[in-house]
Protein backbone atom coordinates (compact mmCIF):
# COMPACT_ATOMS: atom_id res chain seq x y z
CA UNK A 1 0.00 0.00 0.00
CA UNK A 2 1.46 3.35 -0.73
CA UNK A 3 0.21 4.54 2.46
CA UNK A 4 3.53 2.17 3.69
CA UNK A 5 5.07 2.57 1.08
CA UNK A 6 6.25 6.12 1.42
CA UNK A 7 7.02 5.96 5.34
CA UNK A 8 9.16 2.96 4.49
CA UNK A 9 11.41 4.75 1.87
CA UNK A 10 11.70 7.84 4.21
CA UNK A 11 12.59 5.69 7.01
CA UNK A 12 15.12 4.14 4.41
CA UNK A 13 16.48 7.49 3.81
CA UNK A 14 16.75 7.95 7.44
CA UNK A 15 18.98 4.78 8.25
CA UNK A 16 21.16 5.97 5.20
CA UNK A 17 21.82 9.33 6.78
CA UNK A 18 22.95 7.95 9.71
CA UNK A 19 24.81 5.37 8.80
CA UNK A 20 26.85 7.65 6.74
CA UNK A 21 27.53 9.39 9.99
CA UNK A 22 28.87 6.71 11.57
CA UNK A 23 30.34 4.99 9.20
CA UNK A 24 33.25 7.97 7.89
CA UNK A 25 35.69 6.78 10.55
CA UNK A 26 36.13 3.86 10.07
CA UNK A 27 35.46 3.69 5.95
CA UNK A 28 38.49 6.43 6.02
CA UNK A 29 39.97 3.34 8.20
CA UNK A 30 39.39 0.30 6.13
CA UNK A 31 39.87 1.75 2.33
CA UNK A 32 36.28 1.25 0.71
CA UNK A 33 37.01 -1.77 -0.44
CA UNK A 34 37.71 -3.74 2.88
CA UNK A 35 35.04 -1.98 4.65
CA UNK A 36 32.43 -3.00 1.88
CA UNK A 37 34.06 -6.32 1.43
CA UNK A 38 32.99 -6.80 5.78
CA UNK A 39 29.94 -5.05 5.57
CA UNK A 40 28.28 -7.22 2.49
CA UNK A 41 29.85 -10.79 4.13
CA UNK A 42 28.20 -10.05 7.61
CA UNK A 43 25.31 -8.65 6.63
CA UNK A 44 24.39 -11.63 4.04
CA UNK A 45 24.86 -13.96 6.65
CA UNK A 46 22.66 -12.00 9.40
CA UNK A 47 20.16 -11.99 6.38
CA UNK A 48 20.68 -15.32 5.75
CA UNK A 49 19.88 -16.67 8.64
CA UNK A 50 16.64 -14.53 9.06
CA UNK A 51 15.25 -15.58 5.72
CA UNK A 52 15.63 -19.20 6.35
CA UNK A 53 13.96 -18.75 9.18
CA UNK A 54 10.96 -17.00 7.76
CA UNK A 55 10.95 -19.40 5.22
CA UNK A 56 11.63 -16.73 2.57
CA UNK A 57 13.45 -19.07 -0.04
CA UNK A 58 10.09 -20.08 -0.88
CA UNK A 59 8.93 -17.01 -2.70
CA UNK A 60 11.72 -16.87 -5.26
CA UNK A 61 11.47 -17.79 -8.74
CA UNK A 62 14.68 -18.69 -9.71
CA UNK A 63 14.35 -17.98 -12.89
CA UNK A 64 14.78 -14.25 -12.21
CA UNK A 65 18.34 -14.54 -11.07
CA UNK A 66 19.88 -12.64 -13.97
CA UNK A 67 17.88 -9.48 -12.49
CA UNK A 68 19.28 -9.99 -9.14
CA UNK A 69 22.78 -10.84 -10.37
CA UNK A 70 22.80 -7.41 -12.54
CA UNK A 71 21.49 -5.58 -9.32
CA UNK A 72 23.93 -7.22 -7.33
CA UNK A 73 26.60 -6.02 -9.47
CA UNK A 74 25.41 -2.63 -10.11
CA UNK A 75 23.49 -1.79 -7.12
CA UNK A 76 25.46 -3.12 -4.72
CA UNK A 77 29.04 -3.96 -5.32
CA UNK A 78 29.63 -0.68 -8.06
CA UNK A 79 27.32 1.34 -5.95
CA UNK A 80 28.55 0.95 -3.07
CA UNK A 81 32.34 1.29 -3.52
CA UNK A 82 31.70 4.40 -5.61
CA UNK A 83 29.27 5.53 -2.61
CA UNK A 84 32.00 4.51 0.81
CA UNK A 85 34.94 6.03 -1.95
CA UNK A 86 32.67 9.23 -2.11
CA UNK A 87 32.12 8.96 2.04
CA UNK A 88 35.93 8.06 2.73
CA UNK A 89 37.09 11.48 0.27
CA UNK A 90 34.28 14.13 0.81
CA UNK A 91 32.73 13.45 4.25
CA UNK A 92 28.96 12.31 4.90
CA UNK A 93 27.37 15.31 4.27
CA UNK A 94 28.81 15.65 0.34
CA UNK A 95 27.98 11.99 0.05
CA UNK A 96 24.10 12.33 0.99
CA UNK A 97 23.84 14.81 -1.06
CA UNK A 98 24.99 13.44 -4.00
CA UNK A 99 23.23 10.27 -3.33
CA UNK A 100 20.44 12.77 -3.43
CA UNK A 101 20.83 12.36 -7.12
CA UNK A 102 19.50 8.94 -6.68
CA UNK A 103 15.63 9.49 -6.91
CA UNK A 104 15.83 11.31 -10.25
CA UNK A 105 17.74 8.73 -11.71
CA UNK A 106 15.63 5.64 -11.10
CA UNK A 107 12.55 7.81 -12.01
CA UNK A 108 13.83 8.20 -15.08
CA UNK A 109 15.00 4.42 -15.66
CA UNK A 110 11.99 3.84 -14.52
CA UNK A 111 10.11 5.64 -16.64
CA UNK A 112 12.68 4.41 -19.68
CA UNK A 113 12.88 0.36 -18.69
CA UNK A 114 9.70 -0.11 -16.73
CA UNK A 115 6.80 2.51 -18.81
CA UNK A 116 6.35 3.92 -15.41
CA UNK A 117 4.48 7.57 -15.72
CA UNK A 118 6.88 10.52 -15.36
CA UNK A 119 4.47 13.37 -14.34
CA UNK A 120 5.31 17.22 -14.60
CA UNK A 121 5.41 17.48 -10.58
CA UNK A 122 7.85 14.30 -10.57
CA UNK A 123 10.62 16.13 -13.76
CA UNK A 124 10.26 19.05 -11.57
CA UNK A 125 10.97 17.72 -8.31
CA UNK A 126 13.68 15.55 -10.11
CA UNK A 127 15.13 18.98 -11.48
CA UNK A 128 14.69 21.09 -7.77
CA UNK A 129 16.42 18.03 -6.20
CA UNK A 130 19.68 17.77 -8.15
CA UNK A 131 20.23 22.04 -8.31
CA UNK A 132 19.67 21.53 -4.55
CA UNK A 133 22.27 19.73 -4.39
CA UNK A 134 24.83 21.56 -7.06
CA UNK A 135 24.33 24.76 -4.70
CA UNK A 136 24.90 23.08 -1.47
CA UNK A 137 28.14 21.53 -2.46
CA UNK A 138 29.45 24.35 -4.23
CA UNK A 139 28.36 26.97 -1.53
CA UNK A 140 29.49 25.19 1.83
CA UNK A 141 30.27 26.96 4.65
CA UNK A 142 34.44 28.30 4.67
CA UNK A 143 34.51 27.48 8.42
CA UNK A 144 33.22 24.22 8.09
CA UNK A 145 36.04 23.22 6.58
CA UNK A 146 37.67 22.60 9.91
CA UNK A 147 35.71 20.21 10.65
CA UNK A 148 37.12 16.49 10.01
CA UNK A 149 33.05 15.57 8.78
CA UNK A 150 34.07 18.16 6.20
CA UNK A 151 37.37 17.84 4.62
CA UNK A 152 37.82 16.94 1.05
CA UNK A 153 40.53 13.96 0.44
CA UNK A 154 42.10 15.26 -3.17
CA UNK A 155 39.47 17.28 -5.55
CA UNK A 156 36.13 18.20 -5.29
CA UNK A 157 35.59 16.98 -8.94
CA UNK A 158 36.58 13.68 -7.82
CA UNK A 159 34.16 13.70 -5.14
CA UNK A 160 31.66 14.81 -7.61
CA UNK A 161 31.85 11.69 -9.84
CA UNK A 162 32.19 9.21 -7.46
CA UNK A 163 28.82 9.92 -5.36
CA UNK A 164 27.14 10.53 -8.94
CA UNK A 165 28.71 7.02 -10.70
CA UNK A 166 26.87 5.77 -6.81
CA UNK A 167 23.60 7.18 -7.29
CA UNK A 168 23.25 6.27 -10.80
CA UNK A 169 24.49 2.47 -10.19
CA UNK A 170 22.24 2.07 -7.67
CA UNK A 171 19.31 3.42 -9.77
CA UNK A 172 20.55 1.08 -12.11
CA UNK A 173 20.60 -1.49 -9.40
CA UNK A 174 16.91 -0.11 -7.89
CA UNK A 175 15.54 -1.09 -11.41
CA UNK A 176 17.17 -4.25 -11.95
CA UNK A 177 15.38 -6.12 -8.94
CA UNK A 178 11.98 -4.94 -9.68
CA UNK A 179 11.54 -8.21 -12.00
CA UNK A 180 12.67 -10.24 -8.96
CA UNK A 181 10.31 -8.90 -6.20
CA UNK A 182 7.13 -8.40 -9.01
CA UNK A 183 8.00 -12.71 -9.34
CA UNK A 184 7.11 -12.86 -5.78
CA UNK A 185 10.09 -12.36 -3.83
CA UNK A 186 9.27 -10.69 -0.56
CA UNK A 187 11.91 -7.37 0.32
CA UNK A 188 13.91 -9.27 2.83
CA UNK A 189 14.86 -12.20 0.14
CA UNK A 190 15.34 -9.89 -2.43
CA UNK A 191 17.29 -7.87 -0.36
CA UNK A 192 19.46 -11.49 0.97
CA UNK A 193 19.63 -12.47 -3.18
CA UNK A 194 21.23 -8.72 -4.07
CA UNK A 195 23.64 -8.32 -1.08
CA UNK A 196 24.68 -12.39 -1.24
CA UNK A 197 25.05 -12.34 -4.66
CA UNK A 198 27.54 -8.81 -4.09
CA UNK A 199 29.39 -10.48 -1.06
CA UNK A 200 30.48 -13.88 -3.53
CA UNK A 201 31.87 -11.51 -6.34
CA UNK A 202 33.92 -9.21 -3.67
CA UNK A 203 34.93 -12.28 -1.85
CA UNK A 204 36.21 -13.56 -5.56
CA UNK A 205 37.52 -10.35 -6.47
CA UNK A 206 39.56 -9.98 -3.18
CA UNK A 207 41.45 -13.49 -4.11
CA UNK A 208 43.57 -10.82 -6.22
CA UNK A 209 46.44 -9.54 -4.28
CA UNK A 210 46.55 -6.00 -5.22
CA UNK A 211 47.34 -3.10 -2.75
CA UNK A 212 43.92 -1.81 -3.69
CA UNK A 213 42.34 -4.30 -1.83
CA UNK A 214 43.83 -4.24 1.57
CA UNK A 215 42.61 -2.68 4.83
CA UNK A 216 44.23 0.65 5.57
CA UNK A 217 44.35 0.02 9.34
CA UNK A 218 44.80 -3.53 11.47
CA UNK A 219 41.11 -4.54 11.93
CA UNK A 220 41.03 -4.53 15.51
CA UNK A 221 37.32 -5.54 17.64
CA UNK A 222 36.18 -2.03 18.03
CA UNK A 223 36.79 -0.93 14.49
CA UNK A 224 35.04 -4.23 13.45
CA UNK A 225 31.59 -2.97 16.13
CA UNK A 226 31.50 0.11 13.89
CA UNK A 227 31.93 -0.54 10.81
CA UNK A 228 29.30 -3.57 11.48
CA UNK A 229 26.61 -1.37 12.62
CA UNK A 230 26.34 0.81 9.88
CA UNK A 231 26.38 -2.03 7.83
CA UNK A 232 23.20 -3.49 9.39
CA UNK A 233 21.71 -0.02 9.06
CA UNK A 234 22.11 0.29 5.68
CA UNK A 235 22.49 -3.23 3.68
CA UNK A 236 19.62 -5.11 6.04
CA UNK A 237 16.94 -2.32 7.29
CA UNK A 238 17.16 0.49 5.01
CA UNK A 239 17.40 -1.82 2.16
CA UNK A 240 15.00 -4.07 3.22
CA UNK A 241 12.45 -0.54 3.89
CA UNK A 242 13.13 -0.03 0.12
CA UNK A 243 12.79 -2.78 -1.39
CA UNK A 244 9.53 -3.01 0.54
CA UNK A 245 8.95 0.49 -0.50
CA UNK A 246 9.33 -0.33 -4.32
CA UNK A 247 7.30 -3.60 -3.89
CA UNK A 248 4.19 -1.39 -3.16
CA UNK A 249 4.60 1.85 -5.39
CA UNK A 250 6.09 3.02 -8.12
CA UNK A 251 9.95 3.80 -8.40
Known amino acids: MPVLAIPAALGASLCWA ?44 WRTWPFAALS ?4 VLLGN ?16 LLMAANPPFAALLGYWVLGEALTPDM ?18 SPAASRDPYEQV ?3 LAGVVA ?12 LIAIKPVMSAGAD ?32 LTPPLLLRTLVPGIMGYVLAVTLLLYALDNYHV
Open 162 to 173: LGLAAAFCQAVG
Open 153 to 155: EGS
Open 123 to 140: ALGGTVTLAGVVLAIRHG
Open 18 to 61: AGGLLAHGPARSLGAFEFTRIQLVSCSALLALVVTGLGGWATVD
Open 72 to 75: AFFG
Open 187 to 218: PLTASLLRTGAAALMITLIALWPARAFLAGSP
Open 81 to 96: LAMIACLRRGGPRRME
